[in-house]
């Protein structure tokens, strides 16, 4: 606990309190908000950047899961969820992060819960027989399969995706991590995603110093400092890391010029279609930019008496544009 330095201490909605804890021996990041509640949440958050289509990020993020040095069993981390009150565990894949989650009832399951998935987190086997069931494999009847392979084939081309993938790589033109496909493309998943690449990704992003854990419900600051205090020690015994280099540092490339496009999908109906309209907005540390631009869209939009939801679902006079559904 005493390698842990506060970096600040606030005040969130003007009463629920939010601290913020860093180590100064492994760089692991702890904010705790401790209020009230029967439940305690848990959210591991990892800062993830893609470079290509492989789905790297979505890819380990499953095999987080298929065990870890200290509990090398497949399935192991739900089980003992479930014993610590919790309705067993979770995780997205963003462009920007990796999200791990858990909520349990009371506060003592959780503190035995959260080193167990630190330690698959940052310690997982990433075996390739698990890579080859999770991830990708051809069936005896010469089909493509896995559970990665099989969510990315259900949703790859939809028309949602295929809009959003194309409006991106126009907004976004250069060499960008918001440009690529993280959940992974099935050509890449097929042809160009190994476990040797989840490894050396792992390696790369999945460090002490880029972990974030977010803790918010009825359990103290110093609870969850000790909770993890066993990892802590692992982490030191491994000896030194190389110097970690955080991502989301390279500039993005300028958008130059406006672009018109027309994708086409699969669909049952063709009555219907799509219309994605897309800026470039401000950086995320630009608050009050940001919110301005939220309030703005909710007026646009947000209700049947918005201007766009008038003029697009209402009064259009031009029959192409009527529209069922817009959102921002």
Same mark, same amino acid.
């Given at each position: ?7 600040? /201490?606030?005040?969130? @909605? ?10 100064? %021996?492994?760089? &692991? ?11 305690? #949440? ?13 789905? !790297?990020?979505?890819?380990?993020? +499953? ?10 069993? %497949?399935?192991?981390? @739900?089980? *003992? ?12 894949? @963003? ?11 009371? =506060? %003592?399951?959780?503190? #035995?819960? *959260?080193?167990?998935?630190?330690? +698959? ?7 390739? /027989? ?7 494999? &051809? ?22 995706? !295929? ?21 992974? !493309?099935? %050509? ?14 792992? +390696? ?8 974030? &854990?977010?803790?918010?419900? =009825? ?5 969850? *400092? ?35 496009? &027309? ?8 009555? +219907? ?22 309030? !703005?869209?909710?007026?646009?939009? @947000?209700? =049947? ?24």
């Amino acid at each position: 606990m005493e390698n842990y330095v506060q970096v600040c /201490s606030i005040t969130i @909605d003007g009463d629920l309190p939010l601290v913020k804890y860093k180590s100064s %021996k492994t760089g &692991i990041t702890v904010c705790v908000s401790e209020y009230d509640g029967p439940l305690v #949440n848990g959210y591991l958050c990892v800062a993830t950047e893609a470079s290509d289509d492989d789905g !790297l990020p979505h890819t380990l993020e +499953h095999l987080v899961f298929m065990g870890s040095e200290d509990y090398p069993y %497949k399935g192991i981390l @739900d089980q *003992l969820a479930n014993r610590c009150l919790a309705s067993g565990t979770n995780a997205w894949t @963003d462009t920007d992060h990796t999200c791990y989650t858990m909520t349990t009832a009371g =506060s %003592k399951g959780f503190l #035995n819960l *959260l080193p167990i998935y630190m330690d +698959h987190v940052l310690y997982p086997l990433l075996t390739e /027989s698990a890579y080859i069931t999770e991830v990708h494999h &051809i069936t005896g009847d010469g089909e493509d399969a896995g559970v990665v392979y099989c969510e990315m084939q259900a949703r790859e081309n939809s028309g949602e995706s !295929l809009c959003m993938l194309n409006m991106l790589r126009a907004v976004y033109p250069g060499n960008c991590g918001y440009r690529y496909e993280t959940g992974g !493309l099935m %050509k890449n998943l097929r042809e160009s995603t190994t476990n040797k690449k989840v490894r050396t990704y792992h +390696h790369a992003f999945y460090q002490p110093e880029n972990l974030c &854990i977010i803790v918010t419900g =009825s359990v103290k600051p110093e609870q969850v *400092l000790k909770a993890i205090e066993p990892m802590e020690l692992k982490i030191i015994k491994k000896g030194p890391r190389k110097p970690f280099q955080r991502p989301w540092q390279s500039p993005v490339p300028p958008l130059t010029e406006g672009t018109d496009m &027309i994708v086409q999908y699969p669909c049952d109906d063709n009555d +219907h279609g799509l219309c994605y309209i897309a800026y470039r907005g401000p950086p995320v540390y630009a608050f009050e930019d940001v919110v301005a631009i939220m309030i !703005l869209q909710d007026y646009l939009s @947000d209700t =049947s008496v918005s201007p766009l939801q008038k003029f697009a679902c209402a009064t259009s006079p031009i029959e192409v544009l009527r529209c069922t559904h817009l959102k921002t």
